[in-house]
């Protein structure tokens, strides 16, 4: 066995990270490594999300895929990331659900017309809604346009957040568009000013549900920033658009930590880490929590770009 002197091996013998790389390196269904050239050298150079040793899986087939739902679920978990490139054809994207309820996660409906899958894909024509507000009973999402999708959460509008979200990238864009990144919580924190964090703990905000996402009630009420009580993390709840301006009336502090957070995110410097193409790619499912970190797309460039998407909770707070 040749040795390695990376840092965090440990002097002679096998620390306990350094087995467990070795041991995750020889599983052959375990992916490792990536690539992360940029696409276009116009730009200046991307920074590229990196996936953790062991967020990264093959499944050759559904049943060698689903066999490995508790190593995907400890990634997601412990990452908040998990990626599984899938060697089958799944049109209808069967894999994607039954991997999450055999994970023992609850998929959410999308809304009171929709069901637990949705296309993430240019759809001129919108959805059906139930909501008073929309057109003749119809609503456009953001997914179904396609322009940028800023910095947010997934179903920051709702009652309780879904925690979790997961594509079935059936055609990313061939065209260069539709670049997807993620912004870790952590980052975004450490981004922000001590006394806008403490702010953003500790004030809940009004949120409007979009005519789309309407399932019964026209608004919601949470914090944007929270932190996890077992672990820590910060956990986030976001999306620009869905909060009232003034954000919270009355409540300069909140107005201010609201202004500063939207100011971050609106830079353009404000880049995240953008998902590697060879994870980001034809027939690969990728899992995220969804409060670790926000995401974003570039504006989409070929029509037909489809992701089919998911939302889930953790069972027992279905
Ligand atoms: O199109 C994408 O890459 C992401 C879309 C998205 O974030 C969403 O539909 O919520
Ligand atoms: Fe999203």
Redesign the pocket.
């Known amino acids: 066995m040749t040795m390695d002197h990376s840092p965090g091996a440990s002097e002679g013998g096998l620390g306990e990270a350094e087995f467990f790389r070795k041991m995750v390196q020889s599983f052959p269904n375990i992916l490792h490594k990536h690539n992360t050239k940029t696409l276009d050298q116009e730009q200046p150079p991307d920074q590229y999300f990196e996936f953790p040793l062991g967020a990264r899986f093959s499944a050759p087939t559904r049943d060698v895929g689903l066999s490995m739902r508790d190593m995907v679920s400890c990634s997601l978990h412990q990452h908040g990331v998990a990626a599984i490139e899938l060697g089958f054809e799944d049109e209808k994207s069967q894999f994607l659900l039954e991997l999450v309820k055999q994970m023992n996660f609850e998929p959410d409906s999308h809304s009171s017309t929709q069901g637990a899958l949705w296309d993430v894909t240019p759809k001129p024509e919108g959805i059906e809604s139930t909501s008073a507000s929309a057109t003749q009973g119809r609503a456009h999402s953001k997914s179904h346009g396609v322009g940028e ?1 800023a910095w ?1 959460t ?1 179903g920051a509008f709702e009652t309780r957040p879904q925690r979790f ?1 997961g594509f079935h990238i059936i055609r990313p864009d061939r065209l260069g568009g539709g670049v997807f990144r993620l912004l870790p919580a952590q980052d975004l924190a450490a981004s922000l000013s001590p006394s806008t964090v403490e702010t953003l703990l500790r004030t809940e905000f009004d949120v409007r549900v979009p005519d789309e996402f309407y399932k019964g009630v026209a608004t919601n009420r949470g914090k944007l920033l929270d932190t996890d009580p077992v672990t820590g993390n910060y956990l986030l709840r976001f999306r620009a658009d869905i909060l009232p301006d003034p954000p919270k009336p009355g409540d300069e502090a909140a107005n201010k930590a609201v202004a500063e957070l939207k100011g971050l995110l609106d830079d353009t410097a404000t880049k995240g880490l953008r998902l590697p193409e060879d994870v980001f790619k034809e027939n690969v499912v990728l899992l995220m929590d969804n409060a670790r970190f926000l ?1 974003m797309r570039t504006p989409i460039h070929d029509q037909r770009r489809l992701l089919r998407r998911i939302r889930f909770h953790p069972k027992e707070e279905a």
């Open positions: 999708f947010h997934d979200f995401h």
